[in-house]
């Protein structure tokens, strides 16, 4: 919406970046990336089920790193790439390294920008033709790349809201949530990653170390390559959306993830709640009520929002509790994005259903699984490792392009419409846009449900 746009864009010509780490505290993104390593060395065991690790709420034992064999074992193979590290094709499996040569001769011609922490002072860009469809310049949606789908952005079911989730809280309201998740954390937490698909939350990427069109092609087959598979190896499923850190996408990485199988998810509206350390929280919550004033006087009647929010730490998680009546008030119904689609089978694998929206709007909000293990309620599902071997986490993830050809037909329906906004040489999202979560207050966890 205008009035945060233009919120956006005085924070941004006046604050420094500022790093919200997933935990509470705030730091630079780079302490944050320069600190990995030392604590992962550091991590300790932990009780090694989902079902233990919901009962710690104490932020400090939650936010702490721990090694989860299966996890640890892969890391110490080096299957993945150093923890929050930028990731390169090479500790990547043959695999992936042939499918990148595939593509590398016909990934569009665009130069990298700014660098990996975003900023992109000197960086020349003809902002008036917007050639490669940068979404951080001016909001495009629509790739000027022949072939690649446009970003999904907004809902066509009127009055619909996405946001960011907490698994406790939701889980008490029955809320379900598109959770995006970086794949850095997913090693991190594995289990509160797991915990967001037996909540039945729908899953997407959100990288491996938080960064985009910076990087080489290289990094960024990378970068969602090793997301993907993060998801896959802890969870089970192949995940076919990602939503970029910052919105800070291109012709270039778009055709990229494209060839991933993955969809490009973006936002309609913005509470920057990530960064209220420095606007406080009565900004975010005047953000909020935008959307929400929206939502009554008729805003969204004829397509529904996609609202970017964070679960970061326990600001931004409260003024989410805080405005949930009043959304739940405003919008007709709350939904994930992948309903709101119809797109009932969001992952490669097929196991794994979801309500359509008018399932949902009935009151079905329940995932339903070829073999849940334990289906006692919508909510206590609890999916095994890997889909399938309870216990085991496969090391090997088939990353074929098939899910290419769903995302472009689900792109039939939809209409990609030009936000006009102004061009920016600072990115606009927080550091962390999507880490994973488990107890309100501790671990952030990025989200976005729809709200119809
Ligand atoms: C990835 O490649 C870049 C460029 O060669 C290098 O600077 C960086 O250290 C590499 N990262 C890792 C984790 O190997
Ligand atoms: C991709 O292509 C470039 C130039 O065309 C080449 O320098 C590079 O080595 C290729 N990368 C891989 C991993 O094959
Ligand atoms: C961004 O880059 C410019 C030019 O390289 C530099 O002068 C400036 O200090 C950088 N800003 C930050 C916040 O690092
Ligand atoms: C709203 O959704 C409809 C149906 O998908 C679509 O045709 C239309 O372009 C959308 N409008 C906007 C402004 O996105
Ligand atoms: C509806 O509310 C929004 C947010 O407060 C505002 O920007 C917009 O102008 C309002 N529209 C109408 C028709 O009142
Ligand atoms: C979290 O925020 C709420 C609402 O502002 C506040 O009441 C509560 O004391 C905070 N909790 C902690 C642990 O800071
Ligand atoms: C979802 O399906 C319903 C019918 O059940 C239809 O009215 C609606 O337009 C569909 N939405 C999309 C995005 O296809």
């Known amino acids: 919406m205008k009035s945060t746009v233009a919120n956006a864009l005085a924070v941004l010509s006046t604050a420094a970046v500022v790093a919200v780490s997933a935990c509470g505290t705030e730091r630079e993104f780079a302490v944050i990336r320069r600190d990995a390593i030392a604590r992962r060395q550091a991590a300790a065991a932990r009780p ?44 990547a499996n043959s695999e992936a390294v042939s499918l990148f040569q595939s593509l590398n001769g016909s990934i569009p011609n665009i130069a990298p920008r700014g660098t990996p922490t975003g900023n992109f002072t000197g960086v020349n860009y003809n902002g008036v033709e917007d050639p490669d469809c940068w979404w951080t310049w001016k909001q495009c949606h629509t790739p000027k790349v022949a072939g690649i789908p446009p970003d999904i952005y907004n809902i066509p079911e009127p009055n619909t809201w996405g946001h960011n989730a907490f698994y406790d809280y939701l889980y008490q309201q029955k809320q379900k949530a598109t959770l995006f998740y970086i794949g850095s954390n997913v090693m991190d937490w594995p289990l509160q990653a797991q915990r967001g ?33 993060a998801i896959k190896d802890v969870m089970g499923m ?24 993955m969809r490009t998810i973006i936002w309609s509206d913005n509470t920057f709640d990530y960064q209220v350390s420095t606007l406080g929280a009565a900004a975010v919550e005047a953000n909020y009520q935008t959307v929400i004033n929206g939502g009554k006087n008729g ?38 994005i992948h309903v709101a689609l119809n797109s009932t ?20 909000t329940s995932i339903s699984l070829a073999s849940p293990t334990a289906a006692s309620s919508d909510i206590t599902l609890a999916i095994p490792l890997s889909s399938g071997a309870s216990g085991s986490i496969s090391a090997s993830v088939a990353h074929s392009t098939a899910g290419s050809a769903q995302a472009a037909a689900a792109s039939a329906s939809e209409t990609a419409k030009a936000h006009s906004g102004a061009g920016s040489n600072r990115l606009t999202e927080g550091p962390i846009g999507a880490v994973v979560a488990a107890v309100v207050g501790a671990l952030g966890a990025g989200a976005m449900v729809v709200m119809a």
Not at 204 to 226: D, G, I, K, R
Not at 348 to 363: C, H, L
Request: charged content about 15%; overall charge negative.
């Open 48 to 91: 090694t089920d989902v079902a233990s690790e919901q009962q710690i709420t104490d932020p400090a034992q939650e936010c702490a790193i721990y090694n989860y064999p299966p996890v640890a074992s892969l890391l110490a193979q080096k299957v993945f790439p150093p923890i929050w590290q930028i990731a390169n094709l090479s500790t």
């Open 197 to 229: 698909i037996s909540d039945g939350h729908e899953i997407c990427a959100h990288t491996w170390s938080h960064h985009m069109t910076s990087l080489t092609n290289e990094q960024v087959f990378a970068e969602l390559y090793y997301s993907k598979k």
């Open 238 to 261: 192949t995940v076919q959306c990602w939503r970029p850190p910052y919105g800070d996408v291109d012709d270039r990485v778009r055709y990229i993830a494209q060839a991933l199988g």
């Open 299 to 336: 805003t969204y009647n004829s397509n529904g929002t996609i609202v970017l929010t964070h679960e970061l730490n326990n600001d931004t998680m409260s003024i989410m509790v805080q405005n949930y009546a009043s959304i739940k008030a405003a919008f007709s119904h709350v939904a994930p």
């Open 345 to 364: 089978m969001p992952y490669v694998e097929t196991g794994y259903t979801y309500p359509n929206f008018a399932q949902w709007t009935a009151g079905t």
